[in-house]
């Protein structure tokens, strides 16, 4: 029986691809080219004759903090098309597993940290990402109500701010780690001696590398059954100066950052609490130094890739 992976060619789907082939499992990716998700009778017709066992949705707009507060209509209004044709076509086509990625920001914006699963829906989002979190949202509920209403063995997974190969490196829409990376390896070559970045450099996140992610996606699918979600991560976290300053000593750039106050940092702290998943027995295996030099070799590599700038 066939497994699908939505948005195989972006950070996410483009890992359980990888992960799939070194299982020695056989998958079949999509991405925009192969159908239009927000185009409803087109994304049921496609899964209908597919007919997969087992569809894992990593097919959404994403973006950094830049993205997400600058197009909130775009985050909300097409995440939401995306994740509900693909979520009712499944249905229709009696789909018999279903992985639903969230995202660490569906969470309260002042949450105790680490976050607990059960913190959902306790308090305020940050506004800068409050649209995607709200259809991010909005596609858990969805998840659940199908397990409530017709005993769908569906799951959704949480992962924390993920990077690894295939990221979106953009200057202004790009996550954070991929961001920096493109931004300290152009400042490197074009012997600067100064970068400007967003923020403070205070702000706390939790990096989890998208092999990892990827790994944790198939053990959940195997593993897990509930309408609970699951937090997929690391269990430690660093801030973004920190951040900087392991990139730039991996990329040896000697110049100096300067913080641009007048951008947003987003939410001050983003830590999972990864007991629910450690319980079950997965856990993370890359470092996160390790990640970050094997990325910057596959930017290195691939930095005439159409991906970057998008």
């Known amino acids: 029986m066939t497994i699908l992976i939505a948005g195989a060619t972006g950070l996410v789907g483009s890992a359980l691809l ?7 499992s056989s998958a079949v990716g999509i991405s925009s080219k192969d159908v239009n998700l927000l185009d409803r009778s087109a994304t049921f017709a ?21 993205a997400t507060s600058s197009f909130p209509v775009k985050f909300l209004s097409q995440n939401i098309q995306i994740q509900t044709n693909l979520i009712d076509a499944a249905h229709h086509a009696g789909v018999e597993k279903f992985v639903f990625l969230g995202s660490s920001c569906i969470y309260p914006r002042d949450c105790i940290q680490p976050i607990k699963e059960e913190y959902i829906l306790t308090g305020a989002l940050e506004s800068t990402n409050s649209a995607y979190s709200i259809a991010k949202l909005a596609g858990i509920e969805l998840i659940k109500s199908y397990r409530k209403e017709y005993g769908h063995a569906w799951i959704s997974v949480m992962p924390s701010n993920l990077y690894g190969p295939n990221d979106n490196f953009d200057i ?6 991929a961001t ?20 403070t450099g205070v702000a706390r996140r939790e990096f989890l590398h998208v092999d990892d992610l990827a790994k944790a996606v198939i053990f959940c699918s195997e593993n897990y ?5 699951i937090n997929i991560g690391t269990g430690t976290d660093i801030t973004i100066k920190e951040l900087a300053e392991k990139i730039a000593e991996t990329i ?10 007048s951008r947003p940092d987003g939410t001050i702290q983003k830590l999972l609490d990864i007991g629910k998943i450690s319980k079950l027995g ?29």
């Open 18 to 24: 990888r992960e799939f082939k070194r299982l020695g």
């Open 46 to 66: 496609y899964i209908k004759n597919l007919s997969p066992r087992m569809i894992i949705d990593a097919a959404a707009k994403v973006g950094g903090i830049g």
């Open 172 to 177: 202004e829409n790009g996550h954070v780690l």
């Open 180 to 199: 920096l990376i493109r931004k300290i390896f152009e400042a490197k070559n074009s012997n600067s001696q100064t970068i400007n970045l967003w923020g």
């Open 225 to 229: 059954d509930s309408d609970s979600i």
């Open 252 to 261: 040896k750039f000697k110049g100096e950052f300067i913080w641009d106050t």
């Open 282 to 310: 997965w856990k993370p295996t890359i470092h996160l130094e390790q990640g970050i030099k094997s990325t910057i070799e596959w930017y290195r590599k691939n930095q005439q890739s159409s991906n970057f700038g998008k």
